[in-house]
């Protein structure tokens, strides 16, 4: 286990839109300490029109040159950022259990893991999850939108952490592995899930801000986040400083900052990965999500990020309170308790099947009913 320490270095030109935020040199010093110039060699990393119209629907038609090789085993790190809220702690304590119950199932290409810990300080989970600590964003810089951190946490990561793997899975707290992940990603193509309120084409006038014409159609952003990502280790290298950047100055204009909303650091990372030429491979069964998604079939991650709210007999009451209910958010200082409530029956299988996989771990998780509060 480390402790990122600050390493004084030359500030990216990019980082000037922070000047207008009357912050002081200081300030300004301790965000861009570990940025570097890594613009150059974007051409590089350009993908031709032709390998982007064959990936409009990547799964059925893969580009042969960049088909795995039968046989070869390709591992990813597997690294999610979180906060020392107890919040926090109880979902990447149930994340990283059934991370270990399917590391090494046939078909699984995990590697290993780690919980980059953006609170600049050390928790009371350090013994029990492997942990880089990183610095959070200078107080009041992220405006109470805590995932602003997450990309400048990964920046701090990639460049002081000892990583093994040519490749990393970016995940989530409230993410739980399902089926043995294998690598999605084929070479320099991340491989990610596309989610269906991320609408480049649609919001065009603001993306244009960061992406101008001359970079190419608005089409070229994928309709991703961060996360679930799996990507080549050298390919996120380049992408994070520009993700931070673009991430903050979202933020920081009022125009994007109400039209993002929570999606913003999303779109920060769909721009930043248009911007160096990165297309990725979009992967539907990568994850699913409650309670709109109803089987788990094959596959591999349940992100519960939607209450789940049903009648006694089973019918869906999204956006009114439950007879029964399942929401994340219902424990926001505290560990959710062992042994939950089952659905009633008629709740779709990925509810169901979400349920028990959380009561499996809080079962054998050790002093689970221990709250982690400090």
Excluded at 82 to 111: F, H, L
Excluded at 210 to 219: I, Q, S
Excluded at 244 to 263: A, H, L, Q, R
Aim: with cysteine; aromatic share 12%.
């Amino acid at each position: 286990m480390m402790t990122a320490r600050k390493n004084i270095g030359r500030a990216s030109p990019v980082l000037l839109v922070f000047l207008a935020l009357g912050f002081s040199f200081a300030t300004y010093n301790l965000i861009t300490i570990v940025i570097r110039n890594r613009f150059s060699g974007l051409e590089d990393d350009s993908l031709s029109s032709g390998s982007r119209s064959m990936l409009r629907d990547p799964i059925t038609r893969m580009p042969d040159h960049v088909k795995k090789q039968e046989n070869v085993r390709l591992p990813f790190h597997v690294a999610l950022t979180a906060t020392d809220s107890p919040y926090n702690k109880w979902q990447c304590r149930i994340m990283y259990y059934w991370y270990k119950k399917v590391k090494d199932m046939p078909g699984s290409e995990m590697g290993g893991f780690t919980r980059v810990l953006h609170s600049g300080r050390a928790d009371d989970l350090m013994d029990e999850i492997p942990t880089y600590v990183v610095d959070p964003l200078p107080a009041g810089l992220d405006r109470g939108y805590v995932v602003l951190n997450r990309p400048w946490a990964f920046v701090q990561w990639l460049e002081k952490a000892n990583i093994k793997e040519e490749y990393i899975l970016m995940a989530e707290p409230d993410h739980v592995f399902v089926n043995p992940l294998p690598n999605l990603a084929r070479g320099g193509y991340p491989a990610a899930f596309p989610f269906f309120y991320i609408k480049p084409d649609k919001n065009e006038n603001i993306i244009r801000k960061y992406y101008p014409e001359e970079k190419g159609p608005v089409t070229n952003i994928d309709p991703i986040g961060n996360s679930p990502v799996i990507i080549k280790k050298s390919v996120l290298e380049k992408i994070a400083p520009t993700w931070m950047n673009i991430s903050i100055k979202m933020k920081n204009d009022p125009e994007t900052d109400k039209t993002f909303g929570w999606v913003l650091e999303m779109y920060g990372y769909a721009v930043a990965s248009a911007l160096h030429g990165v297309q990725h491979i979009l992967r539907k069964d990568f994850m699913l999500q409650p309670p709109w998604d109803h089987d788990v079939g094959k596959k591999f991650i349940i992100h519960y990020t939607y209450g789940c709210d049903y009648s006694l007999k089973g019918e869906l009451t999204y956006g009114k309170i439950g007879e029964w209910r399942f929401d994340k958010r219902s424990f926001l200082d505290r560990p959710l308790p062992r042994n939950l409530s089952l659905p009633p029956p008629g709740v779709p299988e990925s509810v169901v099947t979400l349920v028990k996989k959380v009561n499996e771990a809080t079962a054998n998780i050790p002093g689970w009913d221990t709250a982690r509060t400090g």
